[in-house]
């Protein structure tokens, strides 16, 4: 079992789910969970029953397993005694760029930590977006960004793109340079683009904007983690849309 778990974390067709909330959500969303180990399959049903009662029958065929097994699984063992591999969903960038809903798009520029892609689309997932996209070398399916956004890759397409597709999505950035951001500010189906946790956007994003907004933030506080200005941004659109 334990050579499954660290062949899915090679395959880039699959995924590994670490923890309750991640597992939960992910089967809940219908991702298709190939393989699940638990510590105590009474113990998992019940804290299915109490959190999430819709999810407790597919849970009861996780394998039970000993200590020294389960954590040989994953480099952290989560607390709440149960991972799974899954197979990745497959999104198309460009089918996402297209889609006519007002919700916005969420880009992500060449992010560096794992955990902040997750949050990220932990809140995209929450906020009602039609997908996240990312450009880089991180792997937006790393298991660190499922233990992030708490499985919710599987309620929203995410995709790893070389170039950024062209569409008619109006390009938003997310930049200290902009206007003060508020209530109403974002235009229908935008694309809302946030750069690197530390240099933020590149020139090239910047310059192809069609609208630079800024988070208003106490004097003295130079910059949001990533997945709070994700978040931020994502909950002045809902507001407006209420």
Known sequence: MAER???ARRDPSLTVIEGF???KHAVRFGAEILEAATLDVSALSRLAGRLAPDVVRRL???EEVDVPTFESLVPSPPRSGVVAIARRRVSDPAAMLADPAPAPVVLLE???RAGNVGAAIRSAAAAGASGVIVTGDLDPWHPAALRGS????FALPVARVEELPRGDRPLVALDPGGERLGTGSLPARALLAFGTEREGLSDELRGRADLT???PMRPGVSSLNLGAAVAVTLYAWRLARA
Request: hydrophobic letters at 60%; proline letters at 5%; glycine letters at 6%.
């Open 150 to 153: 708490a499985g919710l890759h």
């Open 110 to 112: 060449s992010p560096r």
């Open 21 to 23: 909330h991640a597992v």
């Open 213 to 215: 907004f800024a988070i």
């Open 60 to 62: 009861a065929s996780a």
């Open 5 to 7: 778990f660290h062949a």
